[in-house]
């Protein structure tokens, strides 16, 4: 297994353009996340999704939007980057039910910046 | 909301010495907890977790935490750190009601001199 797998590794945007990092994940999870981590600020939680076809909003969702219209894949859409988007963009997935936990598994990481 | 607080934010220690990474939340239920890693230039991984049972839980490479109810704590501990242990640590807590989602800290940065 591949795990979660992320595209791309580096970016760089100019303010205002836009993009979409990707996400996907070959581990038939049901939840998937997506976290921005700023140096010493710990994880933000920007979208999450509990299944195909369901998304909500985390801690920081603004300036972004998702989707999940498989249960593999769960990109972040950035319509107009701003510099606060700065950051490291983490994708994570897990399993879940009400017997157990299982943990998160996270992808590589994209890096991101807008100047 | 729940919270989640590590206290140490940077902790620099010479190898060999004992290690003990605190980690508090706010929640009354129950809860899950984790501790991940971070090496420098890559993703977080699972240390270790509780889920039910014994409140001490042992992890990867050594490493283990307790979880203290009364205290409402989940430190991470380890006898003997190595220069390989220089990562970012992260608690996370995940509640028993609401939408399970984990909760994270803002992380430790552990640095160990050789």
């Known amino acids: 297994n591949a795990g979660v797998t992320q595209t791309p590794k580096f970016r760089i945007l100019k303010i205002g353009q836009s993009m979409t990092l990707q996400c996907t994940q070959d581990m038939n999870h049901n939840y998937m996340y997506w976290y921005r981590q700023d140096p010493g600020m710990g994880l933000k939680l920007i979208y999450y999704?509990?299944?195909?076809?369901?998304?909500d909003k985390g801690e920081v969702p603004n300036g972004y939007n998702v989707s999940r219209s498989t249960t593999e894949d769960f990109p972040l859409r950035l319509e107009l980057a701003a510099p606060s988007q700065t950051s490291v963009y983490f994708c994570a997935s897990s399993d879940w039910d009400r017997s157990s936990y299982n943990e998160q598994f996270f992808g590589p990481g994209t890096r991101l910046t807008v100047l | 909301a729940q919270s989640v607080s590590q206290h140490n934010h940077h902790v620099i220690l010479s190898e060999a010495a004992s290690l003990e990474l605190g980690c508090n939340y706010s929640?009354?239920?129950?809860?899950?907890l984790f501790w991940y890693v971070q090496y420098p230039g890559q993703h977080l991984q699972l240390l270790l977790k509780y889920f039910s049972g014994d409140p001490l839980v042992k992890g990867i490479k050594g490493f283990e935490a307790e979880f203290i109810k009364s205290k409402f704590s989940f430190n991470l501990r380890k006898p003997s750190v190595q220069w390989s242990d220089t990562a970012e640590y992260f608690c996370?807590?995940?509640?028993?009601?609401?939408?399970?989602?984990?909760?994270f800290g803002r992380g430790t940065s552990l640095i160990v001199h050789p």
């Open positions: 996370a807590v995940r509640t028993s009601g609401g939408s399970y989602i984990p909760t």
């Open positions: 999704s509990v299944g195909a076809g369901i998304t």
């Open positions: 929640y009354g239920g129950t809860v899950n």
